[in-house]
């Protein structure tokens, strides 16, 4: 490796001094022979030049860049710690917002809309249980009813139905929920959508209750 003119170890005799010759008349001081110091303890101010350069201010709060980009082995344990730490309370707290709702008292029913007012292959869009919950209620055939939350499972959006293909469409992300089971079957969502309860009777059909699912 070459060496600077700066570098005291340029002005050694490598036939005379050499390592373990260190304080015998005529070799160089044992400092001479100090190991190079790790690249990541040397600093190197920003602007390159020489330390007695440095304007005042730098001197006085010195900017170590590369032991500012030297990550030690405690700093990375540090943040996987944190990483790992907030991830499982996010977990926690979905798991007792679950546990809440199934906790809660079970939904009051709501009458959608009567037998006869949607046609085979039809939609009709209603709200429940609160008024700001949009939901779906798809006629699949003579006597087959279906009702789904219109909330997209991936990032909210709302979806569409589209009884010609089988599906509830997502234009947000190209995501479709199969028509009868509301299961995510393409694009980015990987839950199916809430199922809303349904009772026929009388002609008339009543939503009654809201299945979470995750499968
Ligand atoms: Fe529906 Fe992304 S919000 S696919």
Sequence with gaps: MATSSNDP????????????????????PASVYAPPP???QITIPPDFTAPEAQPLWRQDFPIDWPQDQYVERRDFMKFMVLTSGAFAVGQLWIALQSWWRHRRDPLPGRRI????DIGVGQSLMFNYPGEEDACL???LSAAEFVAFSQKCTHL??????RPDQGV???PCHE???DLRSGAAIAGPPRRPLPRVVLDVR???IFATGVEERTV
Aim: hydrophobic share 40%; net charge neutral.
């Design 156 to 161: 909210s959006c709302a979806v569409i139905p």
């Design 113 to 116: 809309a009567a037998v006869d």
């Design 38 to 40: 790790e690249r990541d």
């Design 202 to 204: 009388g002609g008339e």
């Design 137 to 139: 209620l798809v006629r």
């Design 175 to 177: 995501g479709r929920f």
């Design 9 to 28: 170890r340029a002005k050694i005799d490598v036939r005379v001094d050499t390592p373990g010759r260190e304080g015998l008349a005529g070799t160089a």
């Design 168 to 170: 509830f469409y997502c």
